[in-house]
């Protein structure tokens, strides 16, 4: 029916005084947007194929390329918006799920925009990063219960197995299969240069990649994909994935297209193959049998690996962090509903989950309430943005924070929303060789650590500022934080004060 | 090595298995011992009494022999190696394994086999010998499961099976399959390819069973199911 055309929401702009016709934004865009015109002479675009990824804008030679959105629009209404009629149209004429990729993109509060850090003035003064030592390293993991001596009065070691890392910030998981591998080649590297870990997801480790082992989680999700004996061994920690912030409730599934030799090999499943995780682990459904499998790879790596088990936040995310602290996990992730993914239905990620600011708040308190706090670590994620973000989410009671989405853009993302397509223009969520080529690792590389050494920087300055010289004094810090524009009840559970108070 | 299982915690029993250089060993007394051979290789563990849930996580290459009932998770992830158990399991045997073996003298639980996969030269077999809960080879990505029923009648395997299966098939011996099988499986007589699998499987089967004769077996009633796809949720969807 003709009535479903929908009008693109951006359109490609060219200044044709500027444009040479030198064809390299038809080279640069995988979805075909750009093309020569022989009868009018000039390169045309086709709107309705652009993804908004910039490419072509950034690789033009003479800037001669902008994108704007479209002053085309239904007429103004506050309920049924064009977003909401086009996504009727769409599913009225497909019959299919909607589907979108990265974080929740609509307008819920952000809670990190409405706290504010303290900083000393006279009394209790601020310290200088750059001529006092600042301690930013720290240890994830349980901690013991008390101070033991053996019988020579020696101090024993009785620290369960843990993870150090030198910034408090970890690239959280990305499978192969989801980015590329020169993504994953970035992010290894990145991971070893700063002393701290990237996550394989649960695309399995490339052959290529042990070689950064140290500084490796490797995780393990419903499908097992990849797992097996050496690849435990490998990791520096595993993590469990239960749940993930931009898709509670729900699994992965890594269509067949994207499953090519290499990633079937790293996989372990043959080509073209069907990658599914549901949603369940089919044989948890308790905390207890949560506690089994947290054991069983305990036993199957002889008690030599911290075991992080992922969940994403959602309504009773407190008991269920409660229940964990039991299970014999060492350290807890909690992904908020901002969270990013390669691929999720758009209805369960823009409206399934809870903010994480909320959720770690929340964990943080019941684990204190409960005396279990020292049991476990926690890591926040779920869209963690600046150094200032991370700041506050150690006062409120984070550990360390990971990172994705920030990590993608550092490698060049730009947030367009289309990784379901398989035809990223910036080599990242794509599997096409002439697509990942464009991603250079040892550059993407570079661009990450300048990324996480400068948030470090900043987040020694705001600890110093605080008169704060230690990440680990500033962890539950909640006295360091205000909020602003909130009400009593986002207070309490945050458990902050109102600025001014 | 010859270790007894009583008054020992699962973590002292394991612990001493994983720091003996014996590759034979004998437990005995065993009660509800969990993870016992996780992750192992090369190892010959014969265990008298009932293990617990997660008998062979992860295993890479040893082979267990239980005289006796195990529990559940039986060789959850296993990549390699084989498990024998005279007696029943438990439920989720064989979650996601990869290679290997798991015989199954008699009963299995709900949900095994799930996310059983294959991959180049591994192709992962169980063989029950009585029957199977509900469940069976749910999500199926590769292997063999096979269900002999023996020593009862009518359908051996339980309702719900097979779905979302993609790959991989399961030989059900007897006339008769429950009436709730998934859309995503076909029904086949097994062709001769298929069925000179069967013999192999139920061959190297009845060395561990020898009460149990392949070739007579051979001569019964097998339904063949596969998957009718391997990407089982080729759903339609819609970019927005």
Known sequence: MSGDFLYPDYEIIRDFSRCTVCHDCERQCANGCHSYNEKLGRMVADNAKCVVCHRCVSMCPVSALKIVKTDHTFKQNANWTGDVIGDIYRQAGSGGVLLSSMGNPQKYPIYWDKILINASQVTNPSIDPLREPMETKLFLGGRPDRVEYDEKGQLKDNLPVHLSTQVPVLFSAMSYGSISRNAHEALAKAAAALGTYYNTGEGGLHEDFYQYADNTIVQVASGRFGVHKRYLDAGAAIEIKMGQGAKPGIGGHLPGSKITEDVSRTRMIPEGTDAISPAPHHDIYSIEDLRQLVYSLKEATSYKKPIIVKIAAVHNVAAIASGIARSGADIIAIDGFRGGTGAAPSRIRDNVGIPIELALAAVDERLRQEGIRNNVSIIAGGSIRSSADIVKAIALGADAVYIATAALLALGCHLCRACQLGRCNWGIATQRPDLTARLDPDAGARRLVNLVTAWNHEIKEMMGGMGINSIEALRGNRLMLRGIGLTEKELSILGIKHAGE | ?240
């Open chain 2, 1 to 240: 090595m010859k270790l007894s299982g009583k008054n020992l915690s699962f973590q002292e029993l394991n612990e001493a298995v994983r720091d003996t250089t014996d590759e034979h060993i004998e437990l005995c007394d065993i009660l509800g011992h969990r993870y016992i051979g996780a992750g192992s290789s090369g190892r010959d563990i014969v265990i008298e009494g009932v293990p617990g849930n997660a008998l062979g996580a992860y295993l890479s290459g040893s082979s267990l022999t239980v005289k006796g009932n195990a529990q559940d998770a039986v060789g959850d992830t296993m990549n390699d190696g084989r498990i024998i158990i005279s007696g029943s399991c438990g439920d989720t045997a064989g979650y996601a394994m990869r290679g290997g073996k798991i015989y199954i003298g008699g009963n299995a639980g709900y949900r095994v086999g799930i996310h059983m996969k294959e991959y180049g030269a591994h192709s992962p077999i169980i063989v029950i010998g009585g029957r199977a809960g509900a469940f069976l080879g749910e999500y199926q990505a590769g292997g063999t499961i096979v269900v002999l029923g023996l020593g009862g009648s009518g359908c051996p395997i339980g309702g719900y099976c097979g779905t979302g299966m993609h790959g991989g098939r399961m030989f059900i011996r007897g006339t008769v399959l429950p009436g709730t099988l998934s859309d995503q499986v076909l029904v086949e007589e097994p062709d001769r390819h298929s069925r000179l699998l069967l013999k192999e499987i139920l061959s190297d089967y009845c060395r561990y069973f020898p009460e149990v004769s392949a070739n007579s077996l051979l001569k019964d009633h097998f339904f063949l199911l596969t998957p009718n796809t391997k990407n089982p949720f080729k759903q339609l969807y819609t970019a927005c």
